[in-house]
């Protein structure tokens, strides 16, 4: 605490006040003897003295990244040198980075194919849905195809649930069916009519999902290309096409692979002959124009739901659908034949050869109305 009577401020720095308030210039005034002072630093400004100085180093000359970019391309050379000895072409490929697409698009231009890529959300491979195929994606078939339960979806498909179960967002369980490689999954599907020319909500074919795996199965690959070989040239709604997510480690199985079926499914084609490649067909159809059909034996769509979610066993609802048509079976001939009966004419001479032969109008009438009928006049009345 200050004493009483006293301030601060040191009575030297006072009168330099005084005198500033004066208008007298302070710059000019000694300072007072015995007055500390500190310099203050903003921000990092304040100079470290153990830090040293940084020294001037001479620049790079070009004589040194030269030398350096000399000394890389002798160790790449070296390296193809060594793999070309070896005979391992597929690592030269790793080597040179090409990516499967690209490896792709060049040996088809090459072989006189269009390599133009499509966005599939912008064509015919996008269709919204059916309630069919919604119902049909549920808990049950979802745990068959994830534990490559081959009998169950089978046994669901043959009961009338569509073989393109998908969700509202158009991911199909085809979709996940490629995404694992399950291959003779995916045959049992394109068995029951199981469409490939589909893509989600992202512009994802079930191609893109065959790619994407780290560890590539071929089989469905080529099962994939069997159905529409176009597949490669859509992008997802990236832009990016299905082999463009192949993993860089699997570049040269991919190009080995590519390279085997080149033949198969792009053979050397004349364009001064056969003309210009033309586009896929889905792809210039508007979206939405080509939605999944329903199988013949399509089940309804609650029944399909009950199915898809495991609350029905399929041969239950086949039991049920064949009722259903059995009893239809039967209203319709009866609605026939009463139909029928109602439009035919009544014949009499038909009517009087019955009466011929059951012994005449007489006998009928008391066969009957019993043995006490007869004749009055023109007619028979019972006495």
Not at 147 to 156: E, N, P
Not at 171 to 182: N, Q
Not at 242 to 257: G, H, M, Q
């Amino acid at each position: 605490m200050v004493a009483p009577g006293t301030s601060r401020v040191p009575a030297a720095l006072q009168q330099i006040f005084l005198q500033s308030q004066r208008g007298e210039d302070v710059e000019k005034i000694a300072p007072p003897p015995n007055l500390g002072f500190r310099i203050f630093y903003f921000g990092n400004r304040r100079p470290n003295p153990l830090k040293k100085k940084k020294t001037m180093q001479a620049p790079r000359t070009n004589e040194l990244y030269a030398e350096r970019g000399a000394n890389k391309e002798t160790a790449a050379t070296a390296s193809r040198k060594a793999i070309k000895a070896r005979g391992d072409d597929s690592s030269l490929s790793t080597l040179s980075k090409e990516s499967p697409h690209m490896f792709l698009m060049r040996e088809m231009e090459q072989r006189g194919y269009s390599n133009k890529t499509y966005c599939s959300l912008e064509g015919g491979y996008y269709c919204r849905p059916t309630p069919l195929q919604q119902a049909s994606y549920g808990a049950a078939v979802s745990k068959a195809i994830r534990s490559s339960d081959g009998v169950t979806l089978r046994k669901m498909l043959d009961a009338g649930i569509s073989p393109n179960p998908c969700n509202n967002f158009g991911e199909s369980l085809v979709h996940m069916v490629c995404r694992r490689g399950d291959h003779k999954l995916l045959r049992i599907l394109l068995e029951a009519g199981c469409s490939l020319q589909v893509t989600d909500d992202y512009g994802r074919t079930p191609l893109h999902d065959a790619c994407w795996r780290a560890d590539p199965s071929f089989e469905t690959v080529q099962l994939i290309l069997d159905s529409d070989k176009h597949l490669v040239q859509l992008m997802d709604c990236r832009g990016t096409p299905p082999l463009a997510y192949v993993k860089p480690d699997n570049y040269s199985k991919w190009i080995e692979f590519l390279e085997a079926k080149l033949d198969r499914f792009w053979p050397t084609r004349d364009i001064a002959t056969e003309g210009k490649d033309r586009p896929p067909a889905l792809a210039l159809r508007p979206p939405h124009s080509l939605p999944i059909p329903d199988p013949e034996h399509a089940l309804p769509v609650e029944v399909a739901g009950m199915v898809a979610n495991g609350q029905m066993d399929p041969e239950e609802a086949m039991f049920l659908d064949d009722d259903s048509d059995d009893d239809s079976e039967y209203d319709s001939e009866d609605s026939d034949n009463y139909s029928d009966s109602d439009e035919e004419e009544f014949d009499a001479e038909e009517m009087r050869e019955i009466c011929f032969r059951a012994g005449g109008p007489v006998a009928v009438a008391r066969r009957c109305f019993g043995g006490d009928v007869r004749v009055i006049g023109s007619m028979m009345k019972r006495a």
